[in-house]
């Protein structure tokens, strides 16, 4: 798949302070300046790789409080799909069509989750819960479905 990367005759620099519009992590997702001006487009690993959304369509996810929903469903396209611009629409349809679960649900989510990124039973899972806490539609990386930020956390 090719990668989405910063060039200074398209994307507006930013310097080093670039982050995604949909996540609002630090990511390499920069504003365009060359038409359509419009769209954010570049790299984030918390929303599946290739981002190109427009403005309209963050701030329709945002305006409905449902960023996350969002994360998620752009993690589970497939990677083809990953260079089409997200517009306003897609974003209206995909919040129509995302589930909501309940707390236990989203745990059955994450074991399910955590399976699909293992290779064989026992080995170490590859989920990181910091990047794929959408794949399980949490909020964020400290939901109820997080492990403890240190030992000292757990009780
Ligand atoms: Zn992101």
């Known amino acids: 798949m090719k990668k989405i990367e910063f060039d200074p005759k398209v994307h507006i620099d930013i310097g080093l302070a670039a982050q995604c519009p949909i996540c ?3 990511a390499e ?3 365009r300046k060359i ?3 419009d ?3 570049g790299w984030c690993d918390r929303c599946g ?3 190109r959304i427009t403005q309209s369509a963050v701030q329709e996810a945002e305006a409905a409080g449902k960023r996350y929903p969002l994360i998620s469903w752009m993690r589970r ?3 083809e799909a990953r260079l089409q611009t997200v517009k306003r629409k897609d974003v209206a349809q995909a919040l129509r069509d995302s589930p909501s679960y309940t707390v236990l649900e989203k ?4 074991l399910s ?3 699909d990124t293992t290779s064989h039973p026992g080995a170490e899972s590859s989920f990181d819960y910091l990047m794929d806490y959408p794949l399980i539609y949490a909020v964020n990386d400290v939901g109820p479905a997080s492990r403890p930020r240190s030992p000292n956390c757990a009780t």
């Open 113 to 115: 989750v955590v399976g």
């Open 107 to 110: 745990l059955d989510l994450l």
């Open 29 to 31: 997702v920069y504003q």
């Open 49 to 51: 790789g290739n981002v």
């Open 35 to 37: 038409d359509p001006t």
């Open 39 to 41: 769209v954010y487009e």
């Open 24 to 26: 609002a992590r630090d």
């Open 77 to 79: 396209r497939p990677p």
